[in-house]
């Protein structure tokens, strides 16, 4: 099985700098990925690791440890336009399909 | 136009009804999902296909079912729906082949009430 854990919340202030950590247990781990969800609106990717270490998008940021079982989305110049709820997903190599962690909101004031 | 569409968006419904959501997708890929979203409970995995003749059961399918009709089109039913099955629903697609991340495109989300 899988499971995945997150904060629940994270607040910050615009122009701030925001890590979002996620830890994981796996029976089989291929690829840690991030999305984003504002306000019950539709999911929509922001980054995926395969492989240790960091990914950058522009203003956000994925890291990975493997060893770890560890990653974390790393936003910076924050807006308020990023207030919204960030998954974290692992993907299973035996089955492909992705579990999704509990969500964090994050809470972005001015 | 969107790539993911699903109808209806919003229902409410009675305890013991049957109900279909519905699910088309214009990106052309092969996997398809439904997922189930409750508040504090991120989403969960309903059922998958990866293609037209596969179906396969997610964390949890009791209560659901599911048709692909055509490699566009994935619906779910809800036999008899029940109170505890009020939540926000989403079907989501992927394409292996296209994207070494399996990336997932997910639809707007039907938000279902049951009474």
């Known amino acids: 099985g899988q499971s995945l854990e997150q904060p629940s919340e994270v607040t910050a202030v615009e122009g701030a700098i925001v890590q979002i950590n996620c830890t994981y247990q796996?029976?089989?781990?291929?690829?840690l990925s991030w999305y984003q969800q504002h306000d019950g609106g539709a999911p929509t990717f922001l980054s995926y690791n395969a492989l240790d270490g960091l990914e950058e998008t522009g203003r956000f940021s994925s890291f990975l440890s493997r060893s770890d079982s560890y990653g974390y989305l790393l936003l910076q110049e924050l807006q308020m336009k990023d207030s919204a709820s960030y998954f974290c997903a692992v993907r299973d190599q035996g089955y492909s399909t992705l579990t999704f962690g509990k969500g964090t909101m994050l809470l972005v004031s001015p | 136009d969107a790539d993911v569409t699903q109808t209806p968006r919003n229902r409410i419904t009675k305890t013991g009804k049957r109900i279909m959501l519905e699910c088309s997708q214009t990106k052309g890929h092969d996997r398809m999902y439904w997922y189930r979203q409750d508040p504090g409970l991120g989403l969960r995995l309903i059922y998958y296909s990866f293609d037209v003749k596969d179906i396969n059961k997610g964390e949890i399918s009791d209560g659901y079912s599911v048709s692909r009709q055509a490699q566009a089109k994935f619906s779910l039913s809800l036999e008899s729906a029940i109170p505890n099955q009020t939540a926000l629903y989403f079907c989501?697609?992927?394409?292996?082949?296209?994207?070494?991340?399996?990336?997932?495109?997910f639809g707007p989300g039907t938000r279902l009430t049951v009474l």
């Open positions: 796996t029976s089989g781990f291929y690829g």
């Open positions: 989501a697609t992927s394409d292996m082949g296209q994207s070494s991340t399996d990336t997932q495109y």
